[in-house]
């Protein structure tokens, strides 16, 4: 059985920095891509930010320049440094992570539960 697990969030202040981070456990024998997402009420879920196990990054253009990802593979965790917070990055972030665990005959896509981003003065 494989879990993500977020930690970090809660109350930021514009312009100020959260960091958040996810640590993925359980019968893990690779991890591809690592992301976060993020959901805000009634928005549909949409991609903050990935990162592949070489590094390669990509982020979505509201969070360019604000926000940085980061893995370390040894302890199967990602991080979200958000940066230069704004109001309407107010949400659910959520992280999603590529894994193929032990017994499985393919990769699949695993989600963590979900921590609260809140940005307001």
């Known amino acids: 059985q494989v879990q993500l697990v977020e930690s970090g969030g809660g109350l930021g202040q514009p312009g100020g920095s959260l960091r958040i981070s996810c640590a993925a456990s359980?019968?893990?024998?690779?991890?591809?891509?690592m992301g976060w997402y993020r959901q805000a009420p009634g928005n549909q879920r949409e991609l903050v930010a990935t990162?592949?196990?070489?590094?390669?990054?990509n982020y979505a253009d509201s969070v360019k320049g604000r926000f940085t990802i980061s893995r370390v593979n040894a302890k199967n965790t990602v991080y979200l440094q958000m940066n230069s917070l704004k109001p309407e990055d107010t949400a659910v972030y959520y992280c999603?992570?590529?894994?193929?665990?032990?017994?499985?005959?393919?990769?699949?896509?695993?989600w963590g539960q979900g921590t609260q981003v809140t940005v307001s003065s």
């Open positions: 999603k992570a590529v894994i193929f665990a032990r017994g499985s005959a393919r990769s699949g896509d695993y």
């Open positions: 990162i592949t196990r070489g590094g390669s990054t």
């Open positions: 359980g019968s893990i024998l690779s991890i591809n891509v």
